[in-house]
């Protein structure tokens, strides 16, 4: 059985830093193209940052130069390192792992920044 587990989520003001953590079991996350993803309150969920198998990375443009994404394999975790976050940095955020047909979603951490 395939479970993600995020956690590091919380209250922060802006200008703060927060990590976020996905936690795997049932899968390799070395072998998944994995992901962050984040819902704000009436929007649609958005891709915030990505690393493939291959240890590629990508991110949207709103968070470039201020999140990293990173693996490790031996912890079989993904995490996301926010700084300098933002009000609209706010939402629910998602890890994802994808390979060929499975795609599996954690339950999600809540974010909020505070102005």
């Known amino acids: 059985q395939v479970q993600l587990a995020e956690s590091g989520g919380g209250l922060v003001q802006a200008g703060g830093s927060l990590r976020l953590s996905c936690a795997a079991s049932?899968?390799?996350?070395?072998?998944?193209?994995m992901a962050w993803y984040r819902q704000a309150p009436g929007k649609q969920r958005e891709l915030v940052a990505g690393?493939?198998?291959?240890?590629?990375?990508n991110y949207a443009n709103s968070v470039k130069g201020r999140f990293t994404v990173s693996r490790d394999n031996a912890k079989n975790t993904v995490d996301l390192q926010m700084n300098s976050l933002k009000p609209e940095d706010s939402g629910v955020y998602y890890c994802?792992?994808?390979?060929?047909?499975?795609?599996?979603w954690g339950q999600g951490t809540q974010v909020t920044v505070s102005s």
């Open positions: 994802k792992a994808a390979r060929w047909v499975a795609t599996y």
């Open positions: 049932g899968i390799s996350v070395s072998r998944y193209e």
């Open positions: 690393i493939t198998s291959g240890a590629t990375t």
